[in-house]
């Protein structure tokens, strides 16, 4: 198993030179309501050298299919081809409310934002007639989607966010890699599976097969107290959407409801350091890492046999500052030592 580090604009470059110090694999830049992606990596090509990068994700409601085609060649060629696109469609506040685009049908709209986006990438030009998209859209034939930048060789590696059944299949499919947020070793497993059954539609093997969870880390010698240093990240999450959020709802399904009821009770009132401290504990340390470093090396062993080929560390989740991350993943890479699953 190897290891990411996902980056927010503060700190970035520092961040991303210490995880390329410490060995990881890949960085990786989400987009949210603090930061794009494309910017941050950006920075982080010209701050390093060996490290790749990655979008993880950009939004697909966010841009245009060409826009990203164009921004990936560019972030591909100003990094050296170390450049890895992680795309997703978002969820329906998101998509609405920032970006304007009807979130319905978001597996045909993926599926043909892939297409487009790969063939732009594999240079001349692009026409497509869809059901989602067209291009040209006005029938103005005289500039289809072309890309002049340098043309990546080999192509880069398309990742996709994905959560339910239909569309982990549809990402062990048409991508090369699922990455995926708040998960837990068993639903990483139900998840390989659906991935799996999506190889097998394409005829394809996951030899290659990139499957990529963000946990949080926080290291203390008592669980309960490195959990407090996340309690403002999950009850930031958790709050997205109100009462149909999705992280409650999988709180729920783990079997945790009277505790997000308090926090949604909490949270209804405006009290939000309240929210945070009913989140329960039991929720946090089965989707974070949490403990001394032995015992998270421990649990590093469940995340593996689930089928985690790179393990993500959420740095900024913990409520710390620069140097706390980067302790966040000295530690990190500790405890996979220590696990002696590095490959």
Not at 56 to 78: E, N
Not at 117 to 142: E, I, M, Y
Not at 296 to 302: F, G, K, N, V
Request: hydrophobic residues 45%; contains cysteine; negative net charge.
């Amino acid at each position: 198993m190897r290891l990411a580090a996902n980056l927010t604009y503060q700190g970035a470059g520092e961040l991303a030179r210490e995880a390329e110090r410490l060995d990881y694999d890949l960085v990786l830049a989400a987009e949210s309501p603090r930061s794009d992606a494309v910017s941050v990596l950006g920075l982080v090509a010209g701050a390093t050298t060996r490290i790749a990068i990655g979008s993880g994700v950009m939004q697909i409601p966010a841009r245009p299919p060409g826009a990203t085609a164009l921004a990936a060649a560019t972030l591909h060629a100003l990094s050296g081809g170390r450049f890895r696109l992680g795309l997703g469609v978002s969820n329906p506040h998101i998509s609405d409310g920032w970006y304007g685009v009807d979130f319905a049908h978001p597996l045909g709209r993926t599926r043909e934002y892939v297409d487009i986006v790969r063939r732009a990438l594999a240079g001349g030009p692009v026409r497509h007639d869809g059901t989602h998209f067209q291009l040209p859209a006005h029938g103005l034939q005289g500039a289809p989607l072309h890309l002049h930048t340098e043309l990546p060789e080999p192509r880069i590696p398309l990742y996709l966010g994905a959560v339910g059944p239909q569309s982990l299949r549809l990402a062990g499919e048409i991508a090369d890699g699922w990455v995926s947020g708040f998960t837990t070793p068993e639903l990483v497993t139900d998840s390989v599976r659906q991935l799996a059954a999506g190889h097998e539609r394409a005829g394809r093997t996951a030899d290659g097969f990139e499957v990529i969870p963000y946990v949080a880390v926080s290291v203390a010698d008592d669980p309960a107290q490195a959990a407090d240093e996340l309690r403002a990240h999950y009850a930031l999450l958790l709050a997205v959407g109100g009462a149909d959020n999705f992280y409650c709802g999988l709180a729920r399904r783990m079997g945790f409801d009277s505790g997000i009821d308090a926090f949604q009770e909490r949270l209804a009132a405006g009290d939000r350091a309240g929210a945070a401290a009913a989140i329960p504990l039991g929720f946090i340390d089965r989707t974070a890492l949490l403990g001394p470093v032995g015992r998270i090396a421990d649990r590093l062993h469940a995340w593996s046999e689930a089928g985690v080929t790179t393990l993500s560390v959420l740095a900024s989740a913990n409520a710390t500052d620069l140097e706390g991350r980067r302790r966040v993943l000295a530690h990190a890479a500790q405890a996979l030592e220590k696990a002696g699953l590095r490959t």
